[in-house]
T-cell receptor
Framework: NAGVMQNPRHLVRRRGQEARLRCSPM?????VYWYRQLPEEGLKFMVY????????ESGMPKERFSAEFPKEGPSILRIQQVVRGDSAAYFC??????????????FGDGTRLSIL | SQQGEEDPQALSIQEGENATMNCSYK?????LQWYRQNSGRGLVHLIL?????REKHSGRLRVTLDTSKKSSSLLITASRAADTASYFC?????????????FGGGTRLMVKP
């Protein structure tokens, strides 16, 4: 299955710890997007990355959150010093390089982050 | 409020009936997309309709887009129990914002066998 792979599927952290969420895009896709979903709500855009570049981080909280998409390896969403309000499902999506406009995004099954 | 707003928020129908979900948005768009989400899973892309298109079909799905009213509808015909899921519309805007999707709050559809 060459779909978007996210891990871990579930992550439990205590307040103050760090959370690292990983996303491997579909083969051949070089655009990665991270979204956050609270229960019973739609997804909220966080950040858009291409290889080694952050293109749009307008949805990222200014503190504690960071994202990267290195030349080699998966994209990482990092949350430092987690708080209870960070509990949510975090989804990664990818799209191909060519014709990024008017292309659907392909989603992973998400990481459900729970903060104790 | 959000760019995309769906209504109804919840819909319960019998198998075989049609389900119609509506979506409104506020700003100009490149395209509008509909996604389905089963409980505990990621989103599955259903249909993408471009801003210069008015209607699109895919199997039992029919999507319309009215850019003058900034609204779209998703029709599922002859519904099945397996169609039970949450359905989200998402808009992709113009210019540099074209790649990010702005989602509505979703319609939770239940199809009773």
């Amino acid at each position: 299955n060459a779909g978007v792979m996210q891990n871990p599927r579930h992550l439990v952290r205590r307040r103050g710890q760090e959370a690292r969420l990983r996303c491997s895009p579909m083969k051949g896709h070089s655009h990665v997007y991270w979204y956050r979903q609270l229960p019973e709500e739609g997804l909220k855009f966080m950040v858009y990355l291409q290889k080694e570049n952050i293109i749009d981080e307008s949805g990222m909280p200014k503190e504690r959150f960071s994202a990267e998409f290195p030349k080699e390896g998966p994209s990482i969403l990092r949350i430092q010093q987690v708080v209870r309000g960070d509990s949510a499902a975090y989804f990664c999506a990818s799209s191909p390089r060519a014709g990024a406009f008017n292309q659907p995004q392909h989603f992973g099954d998400g990481t459900r982050l729970s903060i104790l | 409020s959000q760019q995309g707003e769906e209504d109804p928020q919840a819909l319960s129908i019998q198998e075989g009936e049609n389900a119609t979900m509506n979506c409104s948005y506020k700003t100009s768009i490149n395209n509008l997309q509909w996604y389905r989400q089963n409980s505990g899973r990621g989103l599955v892309h259903l249909i993408l309709i471009r801003s210069n298109e008015r209607e699109k079909h895919s199997g039992r799905l029919r999507v319309t887009l009215d850019t003058s009213k900034k609204s779209s509808s998703l029709l599922i015909t002859a519904s099945r129990a397996a169609d039970t899921a949450s359905y989200f519309c998402a808009t992709a805007g113009g210019g540099n914002a074209g790649n990010m999707l702005t989602f509505g709050g979703g319609t939770r559809l239940m199809v009773k066998p």
